[in-house]
Structures are given as structure tokens and as C-alpha cells.
């Protein structure tokens, strides 16, 4: 057998190490020693145990801004090479931590700054809500309260929307790839408008599938607006940071999702006063103008035939005017009156639909044949009024 170089060796070691799984993705307790910044601003330092020491470098373009304290135990990410020049092993670090955080916590800590740094988490990238959504896709448990309180929220504050549910799992080891999929699943869906991502309050474990790397990334490249509400108010996800408006609850995201369908038609009643109120002030403006005009033409005709003439002249042009401006006002009503009708429940009754409730479940909307079992009592209330009937 021919002799190899010693730079062949360097290399063929530094090649078995760096291919190794377990040694290119490893978690490292111990002290640190020997820490100095060099000129680029790289940090080179060892990791030291009562039995054993480690040669380590952080290179900046990792973590920027951490140091590395002497004497301090720390908690490292990163994997092992050999470093060629010399053919010393090293431990090349990409993520450091004082030991006290935890290694869970310091997992969670390098994925968060790894994403921030990619940009998924940009509050400039976070897209605008829209106004008046009429398709709203929901990522939850279909057994929770959280589905429950959304279309609770919805069907009081903004029930012109529809609805459409992706079932996932929220909790345990299979939740994240659930999760997923029920994101790609509502992503494939062209008219969706938003979407929620939502789950019920319960211990900081429970709500680990959130901070998982694939669901952040789902969140983040969703083609639509996100809204998350996960766990309660002190709560904060990953997917949280990832998505365009993050709510304190379930409740809450679907409060962040729609508008006040009450507040709306106020604001187009009001809008439609305005306008009337501008024609009429118009019109009396055009009035005025039409008498202020006519007594000109009175004090300079050089005859009453000939001030009579330009008068009715003068007079038919602004008629003609006023007429226009009339008809143009009239048509900008008319619109307003149609876009307040379409809001308005008693047109949608109007057209042969009702509305049905369940009497004997505090009046509670029936929206699926199952919602009215046999024996249910029913309100059905239609355009000129209501009648009660039982299912039998």
C-alpha cells in the first residue's frame, strides 16, 4: 500500500467526522476557556470538563453579537471537525448559551434567530388584512372550543362570510406534519381570503407543535393573510412571530379576521346622509345662483323683451345643469342604497331565504341538518315575519 500525504489524511479525517449524523449536529455542555476575539470578529475559545477539553470557534456570521464568557458553562451547538492547518479537532459552533437556559429552550432560542435572521419573521413583510374577507379558511381541532368560539365570533360579527375548516391535530408528535398539511391543503383553494391558525389555551408543552421549523415555514409562505391565535394572552409562538397579525386567542383571531357587520351598515347609512345632505345643499346653492343671475339679467337687459329673453336662457342652461348634476347625485345614491341593501338581512329574506333557530338551545342558528335533531323546536323567521314548528 502507497503512503498518503499528510494533507490527505487531515482531509479524509476531517471528511468522516463532518459525515457523520451524530457528530454534525451535536449539543455541548461545558466551561469555556481561552476565549478571544479575533481582528474579523470571530470567537475561538475551548469547552472544558473536569476530564476532557475541546477546541471551539464561533465564527461571526453565526451569532453576531454573543460572547463568550471565561469560566461561565455554556450550552453550544454545532459540530465537530479538524481543523487542517494544524490537525487539531475542533468544535465549529453556530449557536451558544448559558447553561441554565435549558437545552430545550436553547433549541427553541437558535431556531427562532436562525429564522429571523432568513427574514420570516420582517414585520415589513406582514401583509394587510382585508376589509370585507367572504371566504376564511380555519387550521384547528374540529373536537376544541377554539373552532366552537370562531364561529360563535363570525356568525355574530361578520356572518356574510363562509366559512371553511382544514381539520388538524394540535397537539402530540404527528400535530406539526398535520398542521402542515392542512395549510397546503387551504393554500390550494384560489378564493380563500385569510386564513386562521388557531388553538385552545394549555401548558407550554402542549403547544410545541407551533414552534415547530415546517409549520413556521407553512405560516410564512401561506398565500394569503394569516391570522394566529394560539393558546391564551401570554402565550407566544414561533408561528406566532411568522404570521401577518398574531391574536391573543381563538376568540380574538376571529375578531382581527372579519369587521362588525353592524358597524358597517352604520357607516354606509352615514355615508348615504352625507351624500344627501351634500345633493340638497347643491341644489340650493344652483337655486340661489339661478335667482342671483336672473336679477343681473334684469338690471342689464337694455329692454324687458331682450333682459326677458337672456333671462329664460340663462335660466334653461342652468336648469340643464342642475338637472345633470341631479341625475349624477340620484345614481351616486342609488348605489349607496344598493350596496346597503345587500348588507341588509331583510333583502336576503326577502328573496324567498329564512333564517332558523333553535328555540329550545337558546335560539341558536341552524346551519346543518343535524344541528335539528327530531322533537327540535324551531323559530323561522321569513320577510314579513316568524312561525314556530317542531322537527318531527
Known amino acids: 500500500m502507497e503512503p498518503i500525504r499528510v494533507s490527505q ?17 451535536l449539543w455541548v455542555s461545558g466551561e469555556a476557556a481561552d476565549s478571544v476575539r479575533s481582528r474579523p470578529g470571530h470567537r ?3 469547552l472544558r470538563d473536569g476530564e476532557g477539553m475541546l477546541r471551539a470557534v464561533l465564527f461571526r456570521d453565526d451569532m453576531p453579537e454573543a460572547e463568550v464568557p471565561n469560566g461561565e458553562r455554556v450550552l453550544a451547538h454545532g459540530r465537530v471537525s479538524v481543523y487542517p492547518r494544524r490537525g487539531e479537532l475542533q468544535f ?10 435549558g437545552i430545550e429552550a436553547a433549541r427553541l432560542e437558535q431556531l427562532r434567530e436562525r429564522l429571523e435572521r432568513e427574514g420570516l419573521f420582517e414585520p415589513s413583510r406582514k401583509r394587510p388584512l382585508p376589509a370585507y374577507p367572504r371566504r376564511i379558511g380555519v387550521v384547528t381541532s374540529t373536537s376544541g372550543a377554539a373552532i366552537r368560539d370562531v364561529r360563535d365570533v363570525l356568525a355574530r360579527r361578520w356572518p356574510l362570510a363562509e366559512l371553511v375548516v382544514a381539520p388538524a391535530l394540535v397537539q402530540g408528535e404527528q400535530a406539526p406534519a398535520s398542521i402542515v ?29 407551533f414552534n415547530d421549523e ?14 394566529t391565535g394560539i393558546g391564551h394572552e401570554t402565550d407566544t409562538t414561533l408561528a406566532d412571530f411568522a404570521a401577518d397579525v398574531r391574536a391573543p386567542t381563538p376568540s380574538a383571531a376571529a375578531e382581527r379576521a372579519a369587521p362588525d357587520a353592524a358597524e358597517v351598515a352604520d357607516r354606509l347609512a352615514a355615508m348615504q346622509r352625507t351624500m344627501a345632505l351634500r345633493a340638497r345643499g347643491r341644489i340650493r346653492e344652483g337655486a340661489a345662483l339661478l335667482r342671483n343671475l336672473s336679477a343681473e339679467l334684469r338690471h342689464a337687459a337694455p ?4 333682459a326677458a329673453e337672456r333671462a329664460a336662457a340663462a335660466g334653461e342652461r342652468v336648469r340643464n345643469a342642475l338637472a345633470a348634476r ?13 350596496r346597503v341593501a345587500t348588507l341588509d ?32 323546536r324551531l323559530a323561522v323567521s321569513v320577510s314579513d315575519g316568524a312561525f314556530w314548528a317542531e322537527v318531527s
Open 44 to 46: 475561538y475559545f475551548s
Open 214 to 227: 415546517g409549520v413556521v415555514r407553512a405560516v410564512f409562505g401561506f398565500p394569503a393573510p394569516v391570522v
Open 326 to 338: 341631479l341625475v349624477a347625485e340620484r345614481a351616486a345614491l342609488d348605489h349607496v342604497a344598493v
Open 9 to 25: 489524511l487531515v482531509y479524509l479525517l476531517r471528511d468522516m467526522l463532518e459525515g457523520s449524523e451524530l457528530l454534525s449536529d
Open 303 to 306: 329692454s324687458p323683451a331682450r
Open 92 to 101: 465549529v459552533c453556530d449557536f451558544i448559551r448559558p447553561e441554565g437556559v
Open 181 to 209: 398539511a392542512a395549510l397546503r391543503a387551504l393554500a390550494a383553494d384560489e378564493t380563500l381570503d385569510l386564513a386562521l391558525v388557531v388553538r385552545g389555551g394549555g401548558a407550554a408543552g402542549d403547544l410545541a407543535a
Open 345 to 376: 338581512p331583510a333583502t336576503t329574506l326577502a328573496r324567498g331565504y329564512a333564517v332558523v333557530e333553535r328555540i329550545d338551545r337558546g335560539r341558536r342558528v341552524v346551519r346543518r341538518v343535524g344541528d335539528a335533531g327530531s322533537g327540535a
